[in-house]
């Protein structure tokens, strides 16, 4: 175990290491005998001196001695490979270095018994010899507290070095920065701010920050500790960047740290303050985009990433900050404002990568390209979010929006008429383009063809010798239901086709409800293994919902539905939700109810189908208790139920009259209960009874 390093005031004299009234001399003779043994060593290295003599020479309790046996030290490690691939004499000669003295040599300043040189000959030597251990010693031994307290004094002569000491603090910071104990110490430390600011000059001071909040991240019981000092980093960053021409080291160590680090971040909620440094970075990354000449695609990349991830920490607040204008009267002056830029450069990086995207699945570059269209098309659905939400805001009476909620919330300003359309207009091309992504992938990957009913698809069914190989194109990583890429192109074109009044790209996207439902029927495995925290599954249900809702608009969409079961499949699916009762899938019940009633409106589809009893059964089966199912998810399924039997053939409804009777004492029973408090539903639910009534049941 390593000595315990203290480097007290009362040992560090203000002139150095060197004081004539403790050793009787001073720096000059200290350096002159420096050079002399070094002359001799170069002509009788193992004559002169061994290993154990420069061992008594650091134990001496004189500095000047000290002083000779570092140098002899750093000499022999450079020159003797053997002595260098010997753990445990590293280790000894580590142990045998006293720490105080290292900190005094970094300490050394210019004085009246001492010169500029001087000192930094002495600063020169102890960086060097640290800078030598921390590449010999163990990669065991590194996290330890001789070296880690080390760290403010390397940070200090990182102000008065030269050039070349200051490539070796740094290098020897970024081995203590990546331990533990050293990420600690280095975050203590007073000089912790003047390596931030070195950030701009060496990429190596960002990679140093980097480590340091991934290593200290383990030490749970410094979770305030580290938010503050991430919170002033990260601002002291952008202070020192603000006037660069390059951004991308700075991005891309953000991304990694914000990423990564388990941040005892605030909790999101429109009602708390967002990070000091949230507005001034989401600043940063709009005005990178306009700068076509000097944004590389490098660059470019780190802008989307690092945008990406403060939209997972802060979906709250980040749209607003990124989409909205600052000011009403810059929605009418300025034609295309840095958000709308920004903007376009989404869109113009997925319109320009999705044709070539499928041919390069098992390249090496496809990761890189896949996370980031997928932080593209995120950071479209929030634009596409934050729009809706304005458009909403518009059309809300403010009479009847509490005034609490009215200081709170920040009503995003929108752009010109004009702007939006051109928007409107992109966004419908990008997601036309994303539709074909989809159907090429699917089919070259599952279907083997476009329009196959899903008893003709081609699966591989390992038990069976008599099941053709398919012949497909897919990914060797896996398919694209386990493709993050797949997950965020679903969520946004979802959003677009229920939020937009566009018919053409509506009945476009009915040619591809069989991948929709594919997806969806993927998804299941997600809810059997929820529970199991070695799975990672992808849910797309929720987005395939959404996207359902839009398309079961047109009849098209309908028709594409029911040809690919769609409807037993979604049965199926609440069936297994209402039973398992998990709370947390609630919302999905009402999604699937949703659907579910846009496919059986009369003018679509005529009468109802018996094959669609399985929804009645399913409602006649629910109680009208309280059971811990929702009540508005009740009365939603006994709504559609209701609609189906009153609409079910004379001959159908005789043979099942059994399950009409449960439905209709089921709404009977939901009727009866005091907690529904709405007038229009109840007066709804009335009507139900009544028309279940018509059907003489008996």
């Known amino acids: 175990m390593a ?7 009362e040992n560090i004299t203000r002139d150095g290491p060197f004081s004539e009234e403790q050793n009787g001399l001073n720096a000059e003779n200290a350096l002159n005998a420096v050079e002399q043994t070094g002359h001799t060593q170069a002509t009788k290295p193992d004559q002169t001196k061994s290993l154990d003599n420069i061992l008594d020479l650091l134990s001496n309790g004189n500095d000047t001695s000290r002083f000779v046996g570092l140098a002899f030290l750093k000499s022999i490690l450079d020159n003797k490979h053997e002595l260098r691939k010997d753990p445990g004499v590293i280790q000894r000669c580590w142990h045998a270095i006293p720490a105080n003295f290292l900190d005094r040599l970094l300490k050394a300043g210019e004085s009246e018994k001492k010169s500029e040189d001087e000192a930094q000959a002495m600063i020169q030597l102890a960086v060097a010899v640290l800078h030598t251990f921390v590449l010999l010693l163990p990669l065991e031994s590194r996290n330890n507290e001789k070296l880690a307290e080390r760290s403010s004094g390397l940070l200090r002569a990182l102000q008065t070095g030269s050039p070349e000491v200051i490539t070796q603090i740094l290098q020897t910071l970024l081995t203590i920065g990546s331990t533990s104990k050293g990420s600690m110490a280095l975050l203590h430390s007073s000089g912790w701010d003047n390596l931030i600011k070195y950030g701009s000059k060496d990429p190596l001071a960002l990679d140093i920050v980097k480590y340091t909040f991934l290593s200290a991240a383990s030490e749970h019981e410094e979770g305030t500790l580290l938010q ?9 960053l952008i202070d020192s960047f603000w006037d660069a021409t390059n951004f991308s080291a700075l991005f891309e160590c953000l991304n990694e740290v914000l990423k990564s680090v388990p941040l005892v971040k605030i909790q999101e909620s429109l009602f708390q303050p967002t990070p000091p440094w949230l507005k001034r970075l989401t600043q940063l990354l709009l005005n990178t985009t306009i700068r076509p000449l000097s944004t590389g695609p490098k660059e470019r990349q780190s802008v989307l990433m690092l945008a990406a991830t403060l939209l997972q920490l802060y979906p709250s607040h980040l749209p607003a900050l990124l989409f909205s204008l600052k000011k009403a009267h810059q929605a009418s002056n300025d034609s295309k404002p840095n958000q709308y830029l920004f903007i376009k450069l989404l869109l113009v990086d997925i319109r320009s990568s999705i044709p070539s995207l499928l041919e390069s699945l098992n390249s090496s570059t496809y990761p890189t390209t896949s996370s980031r269209l997928a932080a593209c098309y995120d950071l479209t659905s929030a634009f596409i979010g934050l729009l809706v939400q304005a458009l909403d805001s518009e059309e809300d009476d403010d009479d009847d929006f509490p005034t609490s909620k009215k200081d709170t919330f920040s009503q995003p300003v929108l752009f010109p008429p004009d702007v939006l359309l051109r928007l409107r207009a992109d966004i419908s091309e990008t997601l036309s383009l994303t539709i074909e992504y989809l159907r090429d992938r699917y089919d070259a990957s599952v279907a083997g063809a476009a329009g196959l009913h899903p008893s003709a698809r081609s699966h591989l069914d390992p038990s069976s010798s008599s099941t053709p190989l398919p012949i497909t194109w897919e990914s060797a990583r896996g398919g694209m239901d386990t493709d993050p890429l797949t997950l965020a192109q679903t969520r946004t074109l979802a959003l677009w086709l229920r939020e937009d009044d566009n018919e053409a790209l509506r009945k476009e996207a009915a040619g591809i409800v069989d991948v929709f439902l594919a997806l969806y ?3 299941q495995s997600a809810d059997d293994d929820e529970d199991d925290d070695d799975v990672e599954l992808l849910d797309f249900k929720s987005p395939v919902l959404i996207a359902l ?10 028709e594409a539905f029911l040809a690919n079961e769609g409807w037993e499949v979604l049965v199926k699916d609440l069936q297994s939700l ?5 709370e947390k899938r ?10 579910l009633q846009a496919v059986a409106e009369p003018e679509e589809v005529g009468p109802a189908k018996e094959e669609w009893m399985d929804l009645v059964e399913l409602a006649a089966g629910l109680s009208a208790e309280e059971d811990g199912i929702p009540l508005d998810l009740k009365i939603s399924v006994a709504f559609v139920a209701t609609d189906l039997a009153v609409r079910l053939p004379k001959g159908v409804a005789r043979r099942r009259r059994h399950v009409l009777k449960k439905l209709s004492d089921l709404v009977k029973g939901l009727t009866k209960r005091k907690d529904v408090t709405d007038k229009q539903t109840r007066a709804d639910l009335e009507g139900a009874v009544e028309d279940l009534g018509g059907l003489s049941l008996g």
């Open 3 to 9: 000595p315990k390093s203290v480097g007290t005031e």
């Open 228 to 236: 503050k000092r991430l919170d002033t980093a990260i601002s002291t």
């Open 521 to 523: 029927n993927c998804a």
């Open 549 to 558: 809702e839009g398309v079961m608009v047109t009849s098209e969409g309908v």
């Open 578 to 582: 209402l039973g398992r009762g998990r």
């Open 586 to 595: 609630w919302t999905r019940g009402m999604g699937i109810v949703r659907v």
